[in-house]
């Protein structure tokens, strides 16, 4: 792989952040980050039923990073380029992670998700090395904003 980003990665990286302003997947970020809670099959068939709007926006956030992640994944774009000023997609696998091992037996994909489960894991590694305490730290703010049960 090349050793720096170029214009092309630049181009690629301002064309997903223009993709992420379209209203509609802007409203599906926004439902995701805030009211998407489901952790097992059960509660993601509850929250988001098919035909739901929330069923539109589960696979629209779900679709889009999993898009993203399969860009940079295939060096499209230099992975710790986009590490640098992206971290949405690690907190949607975040969510996502516990649904993952379920939704690709369901759906008999063992590959379901894949690509942001890869991203994730190498933003992780890049992390440990240049902020080590960064990802810690951003999991207990998520366990403390967790609702109670």
Request: charged share 35%.
């Amino acid at each position: 792989m090349r050793e720096h980003p170029d214009h092309h990665d630049a181009e690629l990286m301002l064309k997903l952040y223009e993709l992420r302003r379209e209203e509609k997947l802007r409203k599906a970020r926004e439902w995701f980050t805030r009211e998407f809670k489901a952790t097992t099959l059960e509660e993601l068939e509850q929250q988001c039923p098919q035909g739901s709007e929330s069923s539109a926006f589960f696979r629209m956030v779900c679709g889009y990073w999993e898009m993203a992640a399969s860009i940079i994944n295939h060096g499209l774009i230099k992975p710790e380029f986009f590490f640098e000023t992206q971290t949405e997609f690690y907190g949607v696998w975040e969510k996502l992670r516990p649904l993952t091992p379920p939704l690709r037996q369901a759906f008999k994909d063992p590959h379901m998700g894949e690509n942001l489960e890869s991203l994730a894991a190498n933003y992780e590694k890049w992390m440990s090395k240049r902020s080590p305490d960064a990802l810690n730290a951003y999991r207990e703010r998520r366990k403390s904003r967790a609702p109670k049960a």
